[in-house]
C-alpha cells in the first residue's frame, strides 16, 4: 500500500519539475547550511547551485530559458523544499523568486505599450541566467510609505541615495529592486526603481548577523548618488499613505515567505520522526512520546491547511489578474487572508520545531544540531510579517474582518 502524501505537492509539471532540481541539490543544501550557519556566512555555493540548475528562473518563461511557474502554490512548494534543506538559502531565493514571478504576472497581464518598466527583457535575462534581484525595500525605523532613501529627478535621469537593510541575497545579487521616495516637482511620491549593482556608489555591505537564517545575506546596501536612466524609476503613489492597491501585490509577495516556516516544521518533523524510531533508539512505545507525535501531527497538519488554502484564493484571484488593478476591499481581504496563514504557519512550526527538540533531547540544543538551527531560523517569521511594528498584524486583522477601512 502506498504511503498517503499530505504535504503541499506542485499542481503544475513546470512545478514538479523544478521540485525535481531541487531535490537532486537537497544533501548539498543540508550540508551547506551547517557550514554557513556555523562560520555565520552568506550561502553563496547553495545560491549559485540554484541559480546554475534554473531554480531561480522558475518563474521565467519557457520561451526565455525558463520553467513557466505561475502559480503562487507552486511556488510556495518550491520555497518549502528548498527551505526543508536550509532555509536561509531558501530565505534568499525566496527575495528574487517572488519578484521575479510579480515581474512574470505583470507582462502576461498588461499590454505591452503599457509596461512602465523593461519587465520583459528583466525575464529574459533571469531566463538566461544574467539576471539576480534582490528586494531592498527595508529601512531601519520606517514604514514603506515613509522610506528616507531618495531619488532626486535631474536632466540624466535620477539620482539615487539611502541605505536599506534585511536585503536578502545582496551579496550574490546584480540588481536592486527598491522602493524609494521619489522628490518631484508636485511634491514626493512613493515610487518603484531598478538599480544595477554595476552603477557607481552602489555598495553590498555583507553584514548580516542574524540569531538565525544566518546565511541568507540579509545585510545593507548602501546607495551613495547611484545615478539610474529616467526610465529606472515609476511613481508609485502618494507620499506618506499606504498604497491601497497594493494590497494584493503584498499577499502574492508574502505567501511564499510563510512556505519557509512551513519547510523548517516539516524538516523538524521528520527530523524527530527519524530519531524516535531509528533501529539504534527505538522510544515509541512510550505513552509521552506518542502524546508529542500526535501534537507535532496535528501542528504540522494546520499550517499545511492554512497555507494551501490561503494560497488556493490568492491563485484564484490575482495570480492571472493585473498588478494594482483590483478592488481595494477584494485585495484587504486576500491579504487578511495570507496573514491570517502566515500566523498559523509561524505558531504551529514554532511548536513543531519545539516538540522535535524535545523528541531528540539535549543534544538538539547543543551547537551545530540541524533542530538547533531550525529552532532560531523560525524564529525570524516574527519579524517577516508585511507591517512593522509586529503587533500592526492584529488591528489589520481586525480592521479587514469588521469591514473597516
Not at 508574502?254 to 527530523?271: F, K, N
Request: with cysteine; glycine share 10%.
Amino acid at each position: 500500500m502506498t504511503a498517503l502524501t499530505t504535504g503541499l505537492t506542485p499542481t503544475s509539471e513546470a512545478g514538479e519539475k523544478v521540485c525535481e532540481i531541487i531535490e537532486g541539490h537537497r544533501e548539498f543544501l543540508a550540508k551547506q547550511a551547517e557550514v554557513n550557519d556555523r562560520d555565520g556566512r552568506f550561502a553563496a555555493a547553495s545560491v549559485a547551485t540554484l541559480a546554475e540548475s534554473g531554480v531561480l528562473a522558475a518563474c521565467a518563461p519557457v520561451e526565455d530559458g525558463g520553467f513557466g511557474v505561475r502559480s503562487l502554490h507552486d511556488l510556495a512548494v518550491i520555497v518549502s523544499r528548498i527551505a526543508a534543506a536550509d532555509a536561509s538559502t531558501a530565505i534568499a531565493a525566496t527575495m528574487h523568486l517572488a519578484l521575479t514571478w510579480y515581474y512574470a504576472r505583470t507582462v502576461r497581464s498588461t499590454p505591452a505599450a503599457e509596461l512602465e518598466l523593461p519587465m520583459r527583457d528583466w525575464l529574459r535575462a533571469v531566463g538566461r541566467r544574467e539576471m539576480i534581484v534582490c528586494s531592498s525595500v527595508a529601512e531601519p525605523g520606517t514604514k514603506p510609505w515613509e522610506l528616507v532613501t531618495t531619488a532626486v529627478r535631474s536632466a540624466e535621469g535620477w539620482t539615487i541615495t539611502g541605505r536599506k537593510v534585511l536585503a536578502s541575497i545582496s551579496p550574490a545579487a546584480t540588481h536592486f529592486y527598491s522602493r524609494v521616495k521619489g522628490e518631484t516637482a508636485d511634491g514626493p511620491v512613493q515610487a518603484s526603481a531598478m538599480i544595477p549593482l554595476s552603477a557607481a556608489g552602489v555598495e553590498v555591505k555583507d553584514n548580516w548577523n542574524g540569531l538565525g537564517l544566518r546565511g541568507s545575506g540579509s545585510g545593507e546596501v548602501v546607495f551613495d548618488g547611484v545615478l539610474v536612466p529616467p526610465g529606472s524609476v515609476v511613481p508609485r503613489g502618494p507620499w506618506g499613505k499606504p498604497l491601497a492597491p497594493g494590497y494584493d501585490g503584498r499577499a502574492a509577495n508574502t505567501a511564499p515567505t510563510v512556505a519557509v516556516y512551513l519547510g523548517i516544521a516539516e524538516a523538524a518533523r521528520a527530523h524527530a520522526l527519524s530519531a524516535i524510531t531509528g533501529p539504534v533508539r527505538n522510544r515509541t512505545n512510550s505513552v509521552g512520546v506518542r502524546g508529542m507525535v500526535a501534537e507535532m501531527e496535528l501542528q504540522v497538519a494546520a499550517a499545511r491547511g492554512a497555507l494551501h488554502t490561503a494560497l488556493s484564493t490568492l491563485d484564484a484571484h490575482i495570480t492571472e489578474a493585473r498588478p494594482r488593478a483590483m478592488e481595494v476591499t477584494l485585495g484587504r481581504q486576500l491579504l487578511k487572508e495570507c496573514v491570517c496563514a502566515g500566523m498559523i504557519v509561524e505558531r504551529a512550526g514554532t511548536r513543531v520545531v519545539d516538540l522535535a527538540m524535545q523528541l531528540c533531547g539535549g543534544r538538539s540544543y547543543s551547537g551545530g544540531h540541524p533542530l538547533g538551527r531550525m529552532y532560531r531560523d523560525i524564529r525570524a517569521a516574527a519579524f517577516m510579517r508585511p507591517w512593522a511594528p509586529a503587533e500592526e498584524w492584529v488591528d489589520f486583522v481586525a480592521e479587514a474582518t469588521l469591514d473597516r477601512p
